[in-house]
């Protein structure tokens, strides 16, 4: 007996979201490599894995986007913003930050709901304010008690926000878009690809361009390797998946499944790669996981 649409839609995303999850685990394994030289890697191998599959399909209609001015704008503007959130994404796990990552991911539900209101006059339901003033309200604790703002949080939660708003303008299937914000994107990810990053004597970041800057990758082992070519595939399944598990599903239940993947890779950063994270931090990520509940709840209620 076949399942029923939700069903299958529930499946579909509970598995987009738990490849999501576990990512921090795959990046770790490619830590060796250079975030930057990883994320021009991920737009290059992603492109040609995407665009193979449109092409395959005989699908070129995505290939005419530059027609449209507007349309053409627009996915500049995602492929820049995605760059971004990818690359902030792979540093902040490789540089022992998975926790602040989750916690990105929480809050960004609520970031487009603000989103949502400023763009497209959506209404607010009383549990969505209370939610988002104690996502608020976590956020300046946990800068009280770090002493500076969760940046890598907030990069990420405020970049995969607007990247979302900016999708939510454009009528693409996720792989056309895809294929599009890579190949907008592909000047960038050769530019990262051919330049070395290091420090100065002062301990300034620095980048200069080096025709050699790839030399090292050749010294590391075969399954290294290996990894990093199937970054493409990383990051396409799980987008191909949520994709098609988003149709089936209502916005409710589809907003409780988002919450498995900052929940897995705030367990994998603690539990895993043992990150610092002092026991005051956890009246933090209270307010943080309350506000969760409750974006759940009042997502309910508007689809009651």
């Known amino acids: 007996m076949d399942k029923s649409p939700i069903g299958k839609g529930a499946i579909f ?3 987009s979201y738990l490849m999501w999850g576990i990512l921090p685990l795959y990046w770790k394994t490619l830590a060796a490599i250079n975030s930057l030289h990883i994320l021009g890697f991920r737009i290059i191998f992603s492109l040609v894995l995407v665009g193979s599959i449109l092409l395959i399909r005989k699908n070129v209609s995505w290939l005419g986007f530059y027609k449209d001015r507007r349309l053409r704008v627009l996915m500049i503007l995602a ?25 990105g991911y929480y809050i960004n539900p ?18 969505q304010i209370v939610s988002f003033c104690l996502a608020i309200t976590g956020v300046l604790i946990l800068t009280v008690f770090t002493g500076r703002l969760p940046w890598v949080s907030l990069g ?4 995969f926000a607007l990247y ?46 080096d025709p050699h800057s790839l030399s090292y990758i050749l010294k590391l082992p075969f399954h290294t390797l290996f990894l990093l ?14 994709s098609k598990g988003a149709k089936m599903l209502p916005l409710s239940t589809l907003g409780f ?14 539990f895993i790669f043992h990150e610092y994270f002092p026991p005051h931090n956890f009246i933090a990520f209270g307010f943080i996981w309350t506000a969760a509940i409750l974006y759940i709840i009042s997502l309910k209620k508007r689809n009651g």
Do not use: D
């Open 164 to 209: 979302g708003l900016l999708k939510k303008t454009v009528s693409m299937s996720a792989l056309e878009s895809l294929s599009v914000e890579t190949l907008v994107s592909l000047p960038l990810g050769l530019l990262l690809l051919f330049t070395s990053f290091g420090t100065n004597m002062n301990g300034t970041a620095i980048s200069f361009p």
């Open 156 to 159: 990420l939660a405020l970049s």
């Open 13 to 15: 995303a509970a598995l």
């Open 79 to 103: 492929g820049i913003t995605i760059s971004f959130n990818w690359g902030l994404y792979i540093w902040a796990v490789n540089s022992g930050h998975t926790i602040e990552t989750s916690l």
């Open 229 to 242: 070519i199937v970054c493409g595939a990383a990051t396409t399944i799980p987008l191909y998946l949520f």
């Open 257 to 270: 499944i988002q919450f498995l993947s900052p929940t897995l890779s705030f367990l994998t950063g603690f």
């Open 110 to 127: 609520l970031i487009s709901i603000v989103f949502g209101l400023v763009f497209f006059r959506e209404k607010l339901n009383v549990l």
